[in-house]
């Protein structure tokens, strides 16, 4: 069907979000993070009841639920839409000023209160589809906030247009806004019961047009390392240095290939996080990234080979490696509903757009969902160099994000 043209929203919302610090804190132990992070959730909930969607509510841990009633009287299955209200620890997020950079016609864009912050299409090259859009910054001392906040506009949006267009048929559409995405725990306490839902997704994308329903397979890696001490004077042929068996396991490493610096597409890597030590003990931390088990199998076992190599060396000291499952990739699941992605894909396409099925190098709050029973693809919410003061967002990619989750919402309720 086509819809009215409809009188956006989500651009003022946008600009209003970004205003509202919500930055996360990964060494936090609570949920939220942040108390502030709560401030931004007050707001969204006041305008969805102001709106009339009369469930809408915030819980104690600072998730956001909600729930736009059916006007179907078909039997359509939940659907689930998914956004994050932090934004990331990497760079500030304290008292941001968006400036709309109207027609943007190619030219740099220079950030006002940083001039070094400098937007070219040479460092950017997704600027150059935007010829002629309305681009969104910051001024240049803080990110701006589109990682998650333009996806918190879009659904906005799109349940405002599906409120003041009801002829537009679709079944129960849930929301839900998460906080402490950025830091890796936007989905731990969510309330699966109370959500409800049966197929969601999540509006954290970047370049217009993207469905993404793949992402890395995550694991984490801790080698912990008890040498022999011996007082340094009277030490030869005793003492087995933790710190140099930290070095050499190091040093073992795949350098050309496997790291995060040499690789890209669907290549994984082995990425040391941290190290800490003394003579006796020390403990070195990873990350290991793959699109495929066997791919992870893989790295598990090259990191223990070298383990098992360094150890020859060092023979009476203990070498242990630790794995924790981080997340999984969600394709996994979603291939168990290949609806669930083929109505996104056609749903961009009703847009007006070209949909380009993808995978993310890295996470997402639906990767994790999907495992928790809600398979969740994710799709662009057109965000660009997140987590930096360079980060930007058009309103017309914003717009098109909301027509697609407008016809998302349709497609389910015409399949049914
Ligand atoms: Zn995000």
Same mark, same amino acid.
């Given at each position: ?13 946008f ?61 359509v ?17 304290? =008292?941001?000023?968006p ?33 002629g ?12 906030g ?7 506009a ?9 409120i ?13 806004? @998460? ?45 912990n ?31 050309? @290939? ?19 030590? =003394? ?89 994790r ?8 693809p ?25 027509? @697609? ?12």
């Open positions: 069907m086509n819809f009215p043209p409809f009188k956006y929203t989500a651009a003022e919302r600009l209003h979000y970004v205003t509202i610090d919500t930055q996360s804190d990964p060494t936090s132990p609570t949920t939220p993070s942040t108390e502030k992070q709560k401030n931004l959730g007050k707001i969204l909930v006041q305008e969805l009841l102001d709106m009339g969607i009369s469930d809408a509510h915030m819980d104690e841990h600072c998730y956001v639920y909600a729930t736009l009633p059916s006007n179907s009287d078909k039997e299955p939940v659907i689930c839409f998914c956004s994050h209200m932090d934004t990331s620890p990497d760079c500030s997020g304290e =008292n941001v000023k400036i709309v950079h109207k027609s943007y016609a190619g030219d740099k864009i220079v950030l006002p209160l940083d001039p070094a912050q400098v937007l070219t299409v040479a460092d950017h090259p997704a600027l150059a589809d935007q010829i859009n309305d681009i969104i910054t910051a001024s240049g001392d803080t990110l701006l589109a990682d998650n906040k333009a996806g918190l879009e659904i906005m949006d799109a349940v405002y247009q599906l003041n267009h009801p002829e537009i048929k679709h079944g129960d559409i849930r929301i839900l806004f @998460t906080p402490d995405e950025e830091i890796g725990r936007g989905v731990d306490k969510v309330d699966m019961k109370k959500l409800g839902a049966k197929f969601g997704y999540t509006m954290d994308g970047e370049t217009l047009g993207h469905v993404e329903d793949e992402n890395f397979n995550a694991k984490s890696a801790v080698i390392i008890t040498g022999v001490s011996a007082h340094p004077g009277f030490a030869k042929g005793k003492m087995e240095n933790a710190i140099k068996i930290q070095q050499a396991i190091l040093q073992a490493l795949p350098i050309h @290939t496997l790291s995060p610096e040499t690789t890209d597409g669907k290549q994984p890597f082995i990425h040391p996080t941290a190290v800490k030590g =003394n003579l006796e003990n020390a403990e070195l931390s990873f990350i290991l990234r793959s699109f495929t088990r066997e791919e992870m199998d893989r790295l598990e076992d090259i990191l223990e080979a070298i383990c098992v190599r360094v150890n020859k060396d060092f023979p009476n000291s203990k070498l242990e490696v630790i794995f924790k499952e981080q997340y999984r990739n969600m394709k996994e699941k979603l291939d168990e509903f290949p609806q669930v992605v083929d109505y996104a894909m056609e749903a961009v396409t009703r847009a007006g757009v070209t949909p380009i099925r993808t995978s993310i190098r890295g996470g997402t709050d639906g990767s969902l999907s495992f928790m029973g809600l398979p969740c994710n799709i662009f919410a057109g965000e660009h160099a997140f987590h930096s003061k360079q980060e930007w967002v058009s309103i017309q990619d914003m717009e098109r994000a909301v027509d @697609t989750i407008v016809h998302l919402a349709v497609i389910w309720e015409e399949k049914s």
